[in-house]
């Protein structure tokens, strides 16, 4: 199943649900769980917030030691024999086959021989701390997503994720939002009770919700994070979508919408400082996409995560997203290709650029943003390097722009795969965007 950021193959039916087990059994109004003095956070959950750490250790789901001990752990036999055992020949075998070769010291192609031993002292326990931290494969050999997702998640139960920010380098620092905001109204949003099945690797489920009917500005989005071990990634987007109490089968493949949020392990909230806000209009609707991947094969799994919003009645400055880049009809990447995407904007009034959030899909290698004076300065916006689909911030921007500078946004890409790669809403297709909260909400760049 190919995997969509923006949009995706998968249809599911979303009901409508009682107490959401991931917010402490609050009242769930409108499918949005309200509380006027909000005590819960992202990590005020099951399973705390689904971050890995880079020795392979994990967050309260199972006790664990710095040598990649997870407890209790048993890799499912029927995720191996249906999925593992290809992804480890594909990507290990050359070394670590049947036939131990180039030095290796042992075969990981034989699932009794893996899982023997003391707990700790197995094979299995050295796989996941080395796929997770990028160690293995050596010599930054290419793996995609999926195959480390599926090994690491299936050798450590699924209590370890992969860490894809490795590699990553970032001329801004991320964003890190301030204490959180008091006396304002939160508003839960949970996709609930969720079946993910043994077999499912990278799903894409989609449902709709609309904002509270009086409106108002949004000063904080986090993540609620239910189940960590399925849980991959979630992304918000405002939307037309049909949106209601009565959720029906959104169909992610046709689903899109200006994005508004993303969170993945790891990630923290997004939040307007200084009494600020991103204005939301009665009733608006938002698309919602959560993407699980239980590559441990774990049965008996149920999800309930999904977004929580903090919304004022009021703001002292008003935020909205203003997405600035190449777009997608320029791209187009032949196979073995390496190729750029570039365009240029002209900022039509004074206006201070907040977070940005620079997206690319799958093949993205870099991405380079310049602001280019009125007078002919430029200045560096943000310069990421070692680009990866899976681990993609918010970044601190803070910058004040004037009417007729202007943004140059360039994308790079590097296809290696063996199919041609043009632009689109797919995530076998790519894009070029920085999302960006700026002031005043009639800004613009054209």
């Not at 992202?42 to 392979?56: R, V």
């Not at 650029?353 to 310049?370: A, D, Q, V």
Request: aromatic share 8%; with cysteine; net charge negative.
């Amino acid at each position: 199943m190919r995997k969509i950021v923006l949009s995706s193959l998968i249809l599911f039916s979303l009901s409508c649900g009682s107490d959401d087990k991931a917010n402490n059994g609050q009242t769930v109004i409108n499918n949005a769980t309200q509380n006027n003095n909000p005590s819960n956070n992202a990590s005020n959950n099951k399973s705390n917030n689904g971050t890995a750490t880079n020795n392979g250790t994990a967050t309260n789901n199972g006790t664990n030691t710095n040598n990649g001990t997870v407890a209790d752990c048993i890799p499912s036999k029927a995720q191996w024999d249906a999925t593992v055992k290809d992804r480890m020949d594909k990507n290990c075998g050359s070394c670590h086959g049947a036939v131990p070769s180039f030095g290796a010291p042992y075969s990981l192609l034989d699932y009794d021989d893996l899982i023997a031993g003391q707990e700790g002292m197995r094979k299995v326990d050295k796989i996941f701390p080395r796929t997770a931290d990028y160690t293995m494969p050596p010599n930054g050999a290419q793996v995609t997503h999926q195959d480390r997702d599926t090994i690491t998640e299936w050798a450590s139960c699924g209590n370890v994720h992969p860490d894809h920010g490795i590699g990553l380098s970032a001329s801004r620092e991320v964003h890190v939002p301030t204490a959180k905001p008091e006396n304002l109204t939160e508003y839960n949003f949970t996709a609930n009770d969720i079946a993910i099945g043994p077999t499912t690797l990278d799903a894409y489920e989609c449902f709709t919700f609309e904002a509270p009917a009086s409106g108002g500005f949004i000063s904080r989005i986090e993540a609620i994070v239910d189940e960590s071990r399925v849980l991959h990634h979630l992304v918000l987007m405002r939307t037309n979508e049909a949106a209601g109490q009565q959720f029906g089968g959104i169909n992610c493949a046709t689903s899109n919408g200006k994005f508004y949020y993303g969170w993945a392990p790891g990630g923290d909230a997004l939040q307007i400082p200084d009494n600020g806000g991103a204005t939301v209009g009665p009733g608006e609707k938002f698309l919602l996409q959560i993407h699980y991947n239980n590559g441990a094969g774990l049965e008996g799994i149920t999800d309930s995560s999904g977004v929580r919003m903090f919304i004022s009645d009021t703001a002292d400055k008003e935020y909205h997203m203003l997405a600035i880049g190449s777009g997608i009809p320029s791209i187009n990447v032949a196979p073995g290709d390496q190729v750029e995407s570039t365009r240029t904007c002209t900022v039509t009034e004074d206006m201070t650029i907040l977070i940005g959030f620079p997206h690319m899909h799958e093949i993205g290698s870099e991405f380079h943003e310049t602001i280019i004076r009125k007078n002919g300065d430029e200045e560096s916006l943000i310069d990421l390097t070692g680009w990866s689909f899976e681990n993609q911030p918010f970044y601190d921007y803070n910058v004040n722009l004037e009417a007729g500078d202007k943004i140059k946004t360039t994308c790079l890409y590097d296809n290696h795969t063996d199919k041609a790669v043009q632009g689109g809403l797919r995530s076998a297709d790519e894009m070029c965007f920085d999302f960006m909260f700026v002031t005043p909400t009639t800004a613009r760049c054209n």
